[in-house]
């Protein structure tokens, strides 16, 4: 196993934001400071960045997105959670479809094998369930803060602040 250490802007260093491997083994990179999104190779060649954009100015060092998932067709989905508050989707190519959602902190996104999108809306300790166009489903309230949230063997797992759960999917 080789370990490889990237920033989300593509440099060896500290990042700020998760690092995904898409279904097709691209990897992707979330920068929550600069509201940036880029695609790499296995190799570490880039391939795409998208620049989110549109963030308010805030005395903090977040102010973009916090996580990006994938959808069918290549399909992007991002959470912007610090400072605008709202989903975003991309095509594969990097142009923005849409954005959507009422949300305190969108911090967490993973679509599940229906083709479904969870939510983890940080500050209200909240997992929202929509479609992919942006139709709510349910939630799961209750919560402490989430921060993440992942789709494994059929459950939804939420990552919450001091602790892990597993819920099933209703």
Known sequence: TQLRVVAADGSVGPGRGPVRV??????????SASSMIYKFTPE???LLEISVGEQPKRNSDFVGTADITFGPNGRLFIADGYGNKRV?????????VKQWGEFNLPHGIAIDTDNTLFIA????????????????INKFEGLGKTFSVTIA???LWIGEIGRASCRERV
């Not at 898409?22 to 920068?31: C, E, K, L, Y």
């Not at 975003?88 to 923005?96: N, V």
């Open 22 to 31: 898409a279904p097709d083994g691209s990897i992707w990179t979330v920068d």
């Open 44 to 46: 570490g060649k880039k």
């Open 88 to 96: 975003l989707e991309y095509t594969a190519d990097g142009k923005r």
């Open 121 to 136: 809306d940080r500050e209200n300790g909240f997992v929202q369930h929509f479609t992919l166009d942006g139709t709510f």
């Open 153 to 155: 063997n059929g459950a």
